[in-house]
């Protein structure tokens, strides 16, 4: 085979060339016209979450929207015509999903539920369970520890019955066969039950489907216990990829979730229940459907027969399982079936694992540490998943969140964190029981974006690939982590042995450990006839003074209130810019004074845009947001928004503006907060501009969040404190020395010159001041403005907004690439500030050549706030 040329990725002769003996790819070649028809919202779009849900396709939606429009369905419970058509299809898409598994009726009931996670919950509730303190042998409820957590969550059931549980460690099941009980215990038929994955959700491992039968055969005991052992296999991951046979894994519980495998309908999955077990079930709960009689006076109640009418409470969601027929034959039609499917996502899980596990750094040490139990060489015993942290070249790993922010800086979709598989999380990254605590006392909880703590991973990257994968995802994926982490020199060598790699059967999986520390990037010099020349920015005036006098009262309250200057060096610090944001996301509105409120500066994120679905929108959805130019009039009392191309228009600065307006509630950041429409001409205005519908609306003034006041320890009157639709804190303060030193960081990566007050629009601030020391505002605990005192609250952690040029809308992935570099694979710039209340009769106004005055804190390290959203300064 010939090798790629230097400098380049293995290409598709060598990906072809590596594939198993009878593999495809691509359906015969059919991939490419299948995505242009079917995925055109993929174009631009490199989607590698998968194992967290498919992606419908566009024949999906049509299908299953005009049998809507051409039928009249009903609710099945009821016995007229509509009714009957609707219980009449529920009962075949049954048939359909036991002949997609290979089963039939006479084997196997189709119980809906809402998903796995409520077909696992339904499991422990009605398993014949014999708890603890009976004359017989009490029941056993063991689980593998690479099990999900709604499996995990079980054992909360059981316990409720007395019943115990016991985990279950991968390896410990493998020594099972010794423990072969005495044959006058062979004869129990106390229940136990055994759960484990078909496929690990964490890793992609495969585990045997032959446990199934030499478990329920005595062959294998998960613990030596004498009893009768059922299994409930965990199909959710594994079915979305690969196909399922129960005429031969004839397991007797498989919870499925639909999404997983078509992508649509969510909401919806199926408890499929082994016939032999069925009558076992107990069910003390009934709902509406399932009662063949019962009486509201007395204790009497007869359930329906059909086990699945029995156990499905309520009115199913009978329009999603019709959605489910035309989704096995679409699912079919564009793949030819579920074995086509698994070939074609391990070949490019096998072709992304090869190239992934040979990238190397010039010192030798990999790029990526993988977490896997096989070598990708066999798809019976692993799935399209590859889980996996980078490295630098000290062997240290980079935070899971920053490569998150990294790969959507590139379009790329994946996944982060635990996957909601803890057990798996712990035994491949080496976390112990006692670390998991740790972590939970410094902040971090499941979900989270904290990623490091004392500098070792608290969950990994997680890429899986479906049925709609191509090639090129997989070299996308594969550029972005050689652009990200390697130079040209790594690149040609690490393409190298790349391409020699796929030539062999097999692929080791050991990736040595690099423990030395991890060294920040020396922090340049700034001198200060620099400083001086880049400090004195351009100022728009607002068209608002306060009286002299009033300016006067200023001055003497600093005099009055200012505190000693606790800091390195004896420079003056001063304001440069103030910048505030009327609306969420939009363009700053600079100016040289301006007063005060309860929530930051006056009319600072008061109003943002949102979506038809009544959702924020901000710059990282829509970059052209930064294009609408918002500014505030107080003498007029109205805020002017202008847009190239469009007139001008105005919105009232009183509250509702004597129109009748309906409160409600609407999201921002995760939060929930009180507003009010902006109405319909300013609406049209900005779905006109932006090109999709959209509104505008505005914080109603009642509303105070306490969902903010994590941020407010330590404050004078922490419940007064209130917050406008800002993200984190009333102020965001960054440091044009800051700002310099990432200059000359990112000037060296650009080629065109960039000027400073650009790089300063980017990072969205409320104040910009001039201290001497690049960073040194986060060495400080609290700053005092004029008669304004504020506590530091925390760095903010940037995203993607700061890629936005916010003159054009353009972006450019270099900046947080560069940030990250700059500052040790951090993303944190800038610092946030909330109001210490002050007890004076001044007006409260910040001003552009106020003197700050910095007390440093005790701790030369800000924490960030701990939120499990990502920060950044819309």
């Not at 045997?208 to 062959?219: E, F, H, M, T, V």
């Not at 020199?489 to 796929?502: G, R, Y």
């Not at 609290?782 to 005192?789: C, F, H, K, P, Q």
Request: glycine share 6%; net charge negative; charged share 20%.
């Amino acid at each position: 085979m010939a090798g790629a040329p230097r400098g380049e990725l293995p290409a598709f002769p060598a990906f072809q060339a590596a594939f198993p003996a009878g593999y495809e790819y691509g359906y015969g070649g059919g991939l490419r016209g299948l995505r242009e028809r079917e995925f055109r919202r993929l174009r631009g779009v490199t989607y590698l979450d998968h194992a967290g849900s498919a992606l419908f396709p566009e024949s999906l939606l049509k299908a299953f929207t005009d049998d809507l429009r051409n039928n009249v369905y009903g609710n099945p419970h009821s016995q007229n015509i509509s009714s009957k058509l609707t219980h009449d299809t529920i009962e075949h898409v049954r048939y359909r999903i036991l002949q997609h598994f290979h089963t039939t009726a006479e084997d196997y009931t189709v119980i809906f539920t809402s998903g796995c996670t409520a077909a696992l919950k339904l499991v422990a509730e009605a398993f014949p369970w014999i708890p603890e303190g009976t004359k017989q042998p009490s029941s056993r409820f063991c689980y593998l520890t690479d099990s999900h957590t709604s499996v995990v969550g079980m054992r909360g059931i059981t316990a409720s019955m007395n019943v115990l549980s016991v985990p279950i460690k991968p390896k410990e099941i493998l020594l099972s066969e010794e423990n072969r009980l005495p044959a006058e215990e062979q004869n129990c038929v106390t229940p136990h039950l055994f759960s484990y994955p078909a496929q690990s959700n964490f890793s992609g491992t495969k585990y045997p489907l032959s446990w199934i039968r030499d478990i329920k055969s005595g062959k294998l005991h998960p613990i030596k216990i004498p009893g009768k052992w059922f299994v409930l296999l965990d199909a959710a991951s594994y079915v979305s990829s690969s196909p399922l046979d129960l005429g031969v894994h004839q397991a007797d519980f498989i919870p499925i979730s639909f999404y997983k495998i078509f992508g649509f309908p969510t909401g919806l999955g199926a408890l499929l229940v082994n016939n032999r077990i069925a009558p076992l079930l107990r069910k003390t709960y009934f709902g509406g459907g399932t009662a063949a009689a019962y009486l509201a006076g007395e204790d009497f109640y007869i359930p329906r027969k059909s086990i699945a009418e029995r156990f499905e409470d309520g009115t199913v969601s009978f329009l999603d399982i019709i959605a489910l027929k035309h989704g096995f034959d679409v699912l079919e039609k564009l793949t030819g079936g579920m074995e086509k499917i698994k070939q074609h996502t391990f070949v490019l899980a096998h072709y992304t694992y090869t190239v992934l596990s040979t990238l190397k750094y010039a010192n030798g040490a990999p790029v990526v540490r993988i977490y896997s139990d096989t070598d990708f060489s066999n798809p019976d015993v692993q799935g399209p998943i590859i889980n996996f942290n980078v490295l630098d070249e000290n062997g240290e790993v980079i935070g899971f969140s920053e490569v998150d922010k990294m790969a959507s800086l590139y379009n790329i979709h994946v996944r982060t964190g635990c996957f909601c598989n803890t057990g798996a999380c712990q035994i491949h990254l080496g976390i112990s029981n006692e670390d998991i605590q740790r972590n939970m006392q410094a902040g971090h909880v499941c979900g989270d974006d904290i990623d490091l703590v004392d500098g070792h991973p608290t969950g990994s990257v997680r890429i899986s690939f479906g049925y709609m994968s191509s090639f090129e995802d997989a070299q996308t994926f594969l550029k972005f982590i050689i652009a990200t982490r390697l130079s040209k020199s790594d690149t040609e060598n690490a393409f190298q042995s790349s391409v020699t790699k796929l030539t062999r059967e097999s692929v080791p999986d050991d990736h040595p450990s690099f423990n030395s520390a991890d060294k920040l990037s020396p922090l340049l010099h700034i001198s200060d006839r620099e400083l001086r020349k880049n400090s004195s920015a351009t100022m728009t005036t607002v068209n608002w003074q306060p009286p002299e006098a009033e300016k006067e009262s200023i001055r003497a309250a600093v005099s009055e209130t200012a505190v000693p200057t606790c800091r390195r060096g004896g420079k003056p610090i001063t304001v440069t810019n103030i910048y505030l944001y009327p609306i969420k996301s939009c363009s700053a509105f600079e100016v040289t004074e301006w007063p005060v409120g309860n929530q930051g500066l006056l009319y600072d994120r008061n109003w943002m845009v949102v979506n038809q679905n009544g959702v924020c929108m901000t710059q990282k959805q829509e970059p052209r947001l930064c294009l609408v130019n918002p500014s505030i009039d107080l003498e007029q009392k109205i805020m002017v928004i202008q847009a190239e191309d469009m007139d001008p228009i105005s919105v009232s600065l009183e509250e509702n503006a004597g129109n009748e307006t309906v409160i409600c509630e609407s999201k921002v950041c995760s939060h929930r907060v009180k507003t009010y429409d902006c109405g319909e001409r300013i609406a049209g205005w900005f779905s006109l501009f932006l090109g999709r519908p959209c509104r505008l609306i505005r914080q109603s003034s009642d509303m105070k969040s306490s969902s903010y006041q994590k941020n407010t320890k330590g404050l004078a009157s922490a419940t007064n404190i209130s917050l406008s639709l800002v993200n984190e804190a009333q102020y965001l303060l960054i440091n044009v020395a800051s700002i310099l030193e990432l200059k000359e960081h990112i000037s060296a990566r650009l080629e065109e010159p960039l000027e400073i007050d650009e790089l300063i629009r980017r990072f969205r601030a409320n104040i910009v001041i001039s201290a001497p020391e690049s960073f040194e505002e986060e060495e400080w605990a609290e700053i005092s403005i004029g008669a304004l005192r504020f506590q530091v609250v925390g760095p903010c952690s940037r995203c993607q907004i700061i890629c936005i040029d916010q003159q054009s809308g353009e972006r450019n992935k270099e900046f947080l690439q560069s940030l990250s570099a700059a500052r040790g694979r951090k993303t944190n710039f800038g610092i946030y500030l909330m109001n210490q209340p002050l007890h004076s009769s001044f007006p409260c106004i910040l001003s552009v050549g106020s003197q700050v005055l910095p007390v440093l804190k005790e701790n030369a390290e800000i924490q960030p706030p701990t939120s499990s959203e990502e920060k950044c300064s819309g």
